[in-house]
């Protein structure tokens, strides 16, 4: 039987130490493949004027899954004054390339699994009633659409005049901007479709029914923005009715959610949410896990399918002779993977072992170790990423 092909994309900063090490893992852990990589990143931005090349549309066209690693973005401004000379001047504009492959494949379902590992000393604890200190057990999964709403890319800077003619017709846009010169004006969308909508909703609300969860928060903001986040709930009222009447179907609001992370995260199960929205309570009940460290998420399209740590490139660790960064979200994400091609029994070995590693407390990176990053930390005690990696495999 011949090897699964698994494209690469290293990205910047952290995200090829993560990468590397985590192959590693996957090797011990007895996964086979071969690791074609492919180009993406700032180099490839200020070499091409191209983050997202299209030799590597190309591969995953062909390959259909990928490793991801981390990603640099920078303000427009700063984007452009780092093209390579002969590049300047020339129009281009710099989108981020994990955006452009989620649209460009539609990769429209991003899970991002928050579940708090037994022994963590970065995990959320609380004062209890009497005084004493309680740590409740969080496991959450977030679903994120993941190629519309805000970050949809509809948006525009002194828009053209027929746009700013249409948006002129609605009565809140000619009172509280009317006297707003056109130039003035910047102006970014947020865009919902019903297909979308139903889309994510439909795999939030399998999840919790196949892993046992007993509810779906809709996490939006329905009595503001009405059309689109209304929508949403309006549709997973109708869908938890008609197909899933055992999950319980809960409502909160962006805002009044993140007071309540730290109120009752032992509450919530499966959450859902549009695409800011979903960055944003993803990253909060991440931090109630350990931080972005432990923070894995997969972008699931009907054909291709990317795993990646949702943290950035860290470009201020990068350049340290010996890494120092927490490769665990990376190995998670892996571990997803593994699920998704139903390498099952790989991910599940994986898994053990993180657990295993955590719960010991033997082998701990400096974000553990709650120190703050810098090369220093390896004398005092942090592993580095190579040497967490090392007791993974020695776990395996």
């Not at 070499?47 to 981390?70: C, I, M, S």
């Not at 974000?367 to 007791?391: R, W, Y």
Request: proline share 5%; with cysteine; net charge negative.
């Amino acid at each position: 039987m011949s090897k699964r092909t698994i494209v690469k994309l290293p990205g910047d900063g952290i995200g090829r130490e993560v990468l590397e090490e985590t192959i590693r893992v996957l090797d011990a852990a007895g996964f086979e493949a071969d690791y074609v990589e492919a180009d993406i990143g700032w180099e490839f931005w200020k070499k091409e004027g191209n983050p997202l090349p299209q030799r590597t549309l190309d591969l995953l066209e062909k390959h259909k899954v990928a490793l991801f690693g981390a990603i640099t973005s920078k303000p427009k401004d700063q984007a452009a004054s780092e093209l390579c000379e002969e590049l300047q001047g020339k129009g281009l504009v710099y989108s981020s390339p994990i955006v452009g492959l989620r649209q460009h494949f539609n990769l429209d379902i991003c899970i991002r699994p928050c579940k708090a590992y037994t022994g963590n000393p970065l995990n959320f604890i609380r004062r209890g009633k009497n005084g004493g200190i309680e740590e409740p057990e969080v496991d959450v999964v977030v679903f994120r659409q993941n190629t519309e709403g805000l970050y949809g890319g509809v948006e525009w800077s002194d828009p053209p005049t027929q746009v700013y003619d249409a948006l002129m017709t609605h009565p809140k846009m000619s009172k509280n901007f009317g006297d707003v010169p056109k130039d003035e004006l910047s102006v970014s969308t947020r865009i919902f479709s019903k297909k979308a909508t139903e889309r994510i909703l439909t795999s939030a609300f399998e999840y919790a029914r196949k892993h046992g969860y007993k509810s779906v928060t809709v996490c939006e903001k329905p009595n503001v923005i009405r059309e689109t986040s209304g929508m949403m709930l309006k549709l997973a009222q109708v869908m938890q009715k008609e197909k899933y009447p055992e999950i319980w179907l809960n409502n909160t609001n962006i805002d009044a959610q993140m007071m309540w992370l730290t109120k009752n995260p032992e509450n919530y199960g499966v959450m859902v949410a549009g695409n800011m929205f979903g960055d944003i309570i993803s990253d909060g009940f991440a931090g109630l896990i350990g931080g972005l460290g432990f923070a894995c998420s997969a972008n699931l399209g009907e054909e291709v399918s990317v795993f990646e740590p949702t943290h950035g490139s860290a470009p201020k660790y990068a350049d340290y002779e010996t890494s120092i960064v927490n490769p665990i979200a990376m190995v998670a994400s892996a571990c997803m993977m593994l699920d998704h091609i139903n390498e099952k029994e790989i991910s599940a070995k994986i898994q053990k072992a993180i657990a295993e590693v955590i719960s010991e407390g033997k082998v701990r990176t400096y974000d553990m170790m709650k120190m703050s990053g810098s090369p220093e930390v390896l004398s005092n005690g942090a592993a580095s990423t190579k040497e967490m990696a090392d007791a993974l495999i020695s776990k395996l």
